[in-house]
T-cell receptor
Framework: DSGVTQTPKHLITATGQRVTLRCSPRSGDLSVYWYQQSLDQGLQFLIQYYNGEERAKGNILERFSAQQFPDLHSELNLSSLELGDSALYFC??????????????FGPGTRLTVT | SQQGEEDPQALSIQEGENATMNCSYKTSINNLQWYRQNSGRGLVHLILIRSNEREKHSGRLRVTLDTSKKSSSLLITASRAADTASYFCATDPLLTSGTYKYIFGTGTRLKVLA
């Protein structure tokens, strides 16, 4: 158990809908990262927050947004969903703000299926 | 090829044998990390090697880094069935904009046969 929790575990929704994925980092970790993993795109870094502020942006679509709250939990919002958004979404956390320097702890993921 | 490509894509070995997988990247990095992922589960960090290090060990794992060739290798010695997983390298290439991205490779699927 990494100490990172994600809810929900599974999510099935229709195209055009909006969903929110939630992540609680390990106790004491200030950074939260979001990743998307699909068969065709592999593991893609979406975005990182550090202590409430956006730190780095990866391949995150404009239809997607995220935030980190004062209690350090984070939410990833996916809107206008398309079939291609079906994937595993992982959240990870680390103690520091620069991902290359710190071990990241991954949550179990949310499997999103868009029908 | 993209930053962080693992080679081979898939590897099947007998228990007790050594497994070697390689990662190549394109641009200068600060650090390189290796992660393991069991099927459909979250990634688990294995080892971090800094750009000024050439070799690092952790238990049955040995990682090397050759910055001149922009490549790294992960060696698992005396493999066990429990090592069956996908292995990813992750890099933090320095971007000209002064920002960074964190990039995972394509992964090597390792299968250890009992």
């Amino acid at each position: 158990d990494s100490g990172v929790t994600q809810t929900p575990k599974h999510l099935i929704t229709a195209t055009g809908q909006r969903v929110t994925l939630r992540c609680s980092p390990r106790s004491g970790d200030l950074s939260v990262y979001w990743y998307q993993q699909s068969l065709d795109q592999g593991l893609q870094f979406l975005i990182q927050y550090y202590n409430g502020e956006e730190r780095a942006k990866g391949n995150i679509l404009e239809r997607f947004s995220a935030q980190q709250f004062p209690d350090l939990h984070s939410e990833l919002n996916l809107s206008s969903l398309e079939l291609g958004d079906s994937a595993l979404y992982f959240c990870a956390s680390s103690s520091g703000g620069y991902p290359g320097n710190y071990e990241q702890y991954f949550g179990p993921g949310t499997r999103l299926t868009v029908t | 090829s993209q930053q962080g490509e693992e080679d081979p894509q898939a590897l099947s070995i007998q228990e007790g044998e050594n497994a070697t997988m390689n990662c190549s990247y394109k641009t200068s990095i600060n650090n390189l990390q290796w992660y393991r992922q069991n099927s459909g589960r979250g990634l688990v960090h294995l080892i971090l090697i800094r750009s000024n290090e050439r070799e690092k060990h952790s238990g049955r794992l040995r990682v090397t880094l050759d910055t001149s060739k922009k490549s790294s290798s992960l060696l698992i010695t005396a493999s066990r069935a429990a090592d069956t997983a996908s292995y990813f390298c992750a890099t933090d290439p320095l971007l000209t904009s002064g920002t960074y991205k964190y990039i995972f490779g394509t992964g090597t699927r390792l299968k250890v046969l009992a």
